[in-house]
Structure formats: C-alpha cells, structure tokens
C-alpha cells in the first residue's frame, strides 16, 4: 500500500481534475473508482479512497475555456522553492500559464508548459504535501509524457527536476523511463500519430482494465484505447462524460 507523508522535491505528488461540471465527476468517479468526495472552501474538491485523499477537483471557468483550457487531469510536482522552480521554467524554454497562486493552510501552486506545450503544475507545500495513498487499485499509480518527439523533451525536465531519463531497451524509441535518485517515476512515450498535442497522462491503479470499463460505460464515459498488454502490466484509456481522458493500468504497483 503506497502511503505518503513527504515528496521529495522533483516527485510529481498530486492530481486534480479540471472539469466544468463538479456534481457529474463526483458521480462517474464515485462509480468507477469508489472515491468518496468532500467539498472544501474556494471550489475545491477531495477525493478520497480508503481513508486518504488521492485526487482533487475544481471547476473549470468560462475564462479558463476562453483562454483554450479544457477538462484535464493536471498533475503537480513537489518543489523546495516554487519562485525558483518557475524562473527555472521560462529560462528552459518553458511557459507559465499565469501568476503562481497560493491556498492558505495548503501551499502555493503554478501551471506551466514544457517548450513542446504539455502542461503540468509545480507545487510548493505547506500544510498540504499532496497525495496521501497512491501506487494502489483506486489510487492514483503512473504518469507519462506523451510527445511526439520524446528525445527533444528529455534535456528540459532534466534539467528542471533532475530526472533521469533514459530510453527503455527495446522500445526502439517509443518509451523512455523517468526516474529519481533510482527511483521510478514515470515515462516518457512516443505519442500516437493522430495525438493534438503532447500532455502528460495520469494513471488509475485497477485490479482488471477491462472490468474498470464496464463500469465507465454504465456511468456514462467513454472507451477510448484498449485494454492493451505491455511488459508491465495491462493499460486501457478511458474518457469521463465531461470529456476528461484518463488511463487505467494493472499490474504491479511500486510502493
């Protein structure tokens, strides 16, 4: 069981879901997923799976889809110092999406793009350090950046977070590992031909992919990609009914 009390910076530590239509992804991911929820103050709410928090969400504003943002799940990662992290961002090449805001009680937050334009968020704690179960069946257990151009993305995040990031034998390019100080943290993929745009992908651990979708289909989202089988494990990719894509994996979940 994958608990959590700390992030050592560079570690991604938590995932919200923007969605225009709170009420709605509280029912589809309770159905799917079994996550309780809780409304707290400034629009926000916390999922929650077996006694802990795993997620969160928040709605998505008519400013924000005017600006191009559409529903998403973001994922943030664990910073000493968020000022530093985000002008460390523009001098790579990156972008920040606007002013870093703060949570009184939680921390302080900013979402940028990498120089290929995937969006992510740095997030400096204080009070709230991220995810409390993760790397479980109903928790949240994989990222990985899908671009169509994994090797140009690999100097930036290098930089930015210290990650390791080397191709994975035998992919012949398609996958590359991401890790730090040796321990696993996600990958980096080649991106399907028919992809908008290069994102980061937040995985759900699941006992089976193909009984997961059943459920997704009878609380109203969408199959979009298998299941499929890789050496890991088994992955499915799915679609929530605000249009919010998500991936489903099982397998063997690191601690």
């Known amino acids: 069981m994958g608990r959590r009390s700390h992030y050592a910076p560079g570690t991604p530590c938590a995932v919200d879901l923007v969605t225009p239509d709170v009420a709605t992804a509280k029912d589809f991911y309770r159905r799917v997923f079994g996550w309780e929820s809780e409304d707290l103050d400034h629009g926000y709410t916390v999922f929650r799976h077996d006694g802990g928090t795993v997620a969160g969400a928040y709605p998505l504003t008519q400013e924000m889809a005017q600006a191009g943002t559409g529903p998403a799940w973001r994922t943030y990662v664990a910073v000493a110092d968020l000022d530093a992290s985000?002008?460390?961002v523009a001098e790579l090449g990156g972008a920040l999406e606007d002013e870093p805001f703060a949570v009184p009680g939680a921390g302080r937050g900013v979402a940028f793009t990498d120089p290929g334009g995937a969006e992510l968020s740095l997030w400096q704690a204080d009070g709230f350090v991220g995810a409390e179960v993760v790397n479980e069946v109903g928790a949240w257990a994989w990222n990985d950046l899908q671009t169509p151009d994994p090797p140009a993305a690999v100097p930036f995040y290098e930089a930015l977070f210290?990650?390791?990031?080397?191709?994975v034998p035998?992919?012949?390019?398609a996958y590359w590992s991401v890790g730090l100080d040796g321990?696993?943290?996600?990958g980096v993929m080649q991106a399907p031909p028919a992809t908008p745009r290069p994102s980061w992908n937040v995985y759900f651990g699941v006992m089976s992919c193909g009984a997961t979708l059943e459920h997704v289909d009878v609380a109203g989202g969408e199959r979009v990609a298998g299941p499929l089988d890789v050496p890991a494990g088994r992955f499915a990719v799915a679609m929530d009914p605000l249009a919010a894509t998500f991936s489903l994996v099982e397998g063997r979940?690191?601690?």
């Open 86 to 88: 985000a002008a460390r």
């Open 170 to 173: 035998g992919s012949g390019g």
């Open 253 to 255: 979940f690191d601690d």
């Open 183 to 186: 321990r696993p943290l996600g």
């Open 162 to 167: 210290g990650w390791e990031i080397r191709e």
